[in-house]
């Protein structure tokens, strides 16, 4: 509905007087007209992707549609950046939204960077727009619109400077995410020698990049393997590691059994720093329905997923997953304390065999004590960091 002066190709952009120009957005010089003749492909973070439904989106209508929309405009072709797809694109347009409510006015600023052969962006910015309201289709599709008419005036882009020789087939999506902060932090912990990570698989649910991150040093991580089904993954560092956590022979544990856990949690209020907690195991069962957990009670926040629950041999035997809502059963009346789960260090073992991941057991320690866990634990424990 916000198109209709914008639907035939090749119009002579003027300015605010042309029909359809977002209000106070930019103004292309006379010369350039649109479409430009190039294929861009256009990256929004997974997330982002699949709001839908708040403020006034039209039914079904999501924010991706809004920003294919003004791309079909402003571009002689437009798509959405998919990872792996083997389609050509002369350049691709990473959009990355941040929004606030402000005084009864919804303000969208979208962050953008332009890229081409390489990883170095040509072309990086921010544009602004508020509107009234909570009116997310308009302001996306204002704030857009303005994207694209800086990226036509600042580049002049054509097929001739950008031929769609590129393609995502093989290139990761990892360059065109925002690297100033992570979407999610979560833990993982290595589990042999060779720098591989062992962590939740919801951890790094839709990465375009993720960092393994150990005190101050950094490395890049590469999905290895994962299973929905079970919430396991594993992350290669591509470097060997020292201290390493390996799982109790036979698997077994007894209910009342003292574990540590350790993990990352609260990254965006808590120090950087590892989180060490005690506890017991609770419970043989998780959640209803749910498939090889095991309840306990060492206390753990958003971000300690992934971390493991070791026991006082140093064995691991699981891998924390989930917490109960305790916001949610509240309203029911009922307040939780300490229901934790993790699954079992059991079916990550099947896992790490399915996949030819090799990983080490280890007797069970009956002279351990809550020092050897601790340190054990500490010593293998890093901050997964996913980015989009």
């Not at 003292?258 to 989180?275: D, E, H, K, S």
């Not at 789960?341 to 007797?363: G, V």
């Amino acid at each position: 509905m916000y198109l209709l002066g914008w639907a035939l190709s090749g119009i002579l952009l003027t300015g605010s007087a042309h029909a359809g120009a977002p209000s106070g957005g930019i103004q292309l010089p006379k010369d350039v007209r649109v479409p430009a003749h190039v294929s861009v492909a256009i990256y929004l973070p997974a997330q982002t992707r699949r709001w839908h439904g708040h403020g006034t989106f039209e039914s079904g209508r999501t924010l991706e549609d809004t920003v294919l929309s003004a791309g079909q405009i402003y571009f002689s072709e437009s798509r959405m950046a998919e990872p792996g797809a083997d389609a050509e694109f002369g350049l691709l347009l990473a959009l990355h939204p941040d929004i606030k409510s402000e005084s009864g006015h919804l303000v969208y600023s979208l962050n953008y960077a332009v890229f081409a052969a390489d990883d170095q962006p040509l072309l990086t910015g921010t544009q602004s727009v508020a509107v009234e309201g909570i009116d997310f289709d308009r302001a996306t599709l204002r704030a857009t619109q303005q994207v694209m008419s800086a990226v036509i005036a600042g580049m002049r882009p054509d097929d001739s400077k950008f031929p769609p020789v590129l393609n995502l087939k093989a290139r990761s999506l990892g360059f065109a995410a925002n690297k100033d902060k992570p979407w999610a932090n979560g833990t993982g912990f290595y589990f042999n020698s060779s720098g591989q990570v062992l962590t939740a698989a919801h951890v790094i649910q839709d990465c375009v990049r993720i960092d393994v991150k150990r005190e101050d040093h950094v490395q890049p991580g590469k999905v290895l393997a994962r299973s929905n089904v079970v919430d396991v993954a594993v992350v290669d560092t591509g470097t060997t590691s020292p201290a390493f956590l390996p799982f109790r022979q036979g698997f077994s544990f007894e209910l009342g059994e003292p574990v540590t856990n350790v993990g990352y949690p609260l990254q965006t209020i808590l120090a950087a720093t590892p989180n060490l907690t005690r506890g017991n195991v609770s419970a043989r069962g998780g959640l209803t329905g749910s498939v090889g957990q095991f309840q306990f009670s060492a206390p753990i926040q958003p971000g300690s997923s992934g971390g493991p629950v070791v026991s006082d041999g140093g064995e691991v035997l699981g891998i924390a997953v989930g917490t109960l809502n305790a916001l949610s059963l509240a309203k029911q009346g009922v307040i939780p304390q300490n229901v934790n789960f993790a699954l079992e260090a059991r079916y990550a073992a099947k896992f790490l065999e399915k996949n030819n991941l090799a990983f080490t057991t280890a007797e069970p320690n009956a002279h351990g004590d809550a020092h050897s866990a601790n340190q054990a634990a500490l010593a293998a424990v890093v901050n997964v960091q996913c980015y989009e």
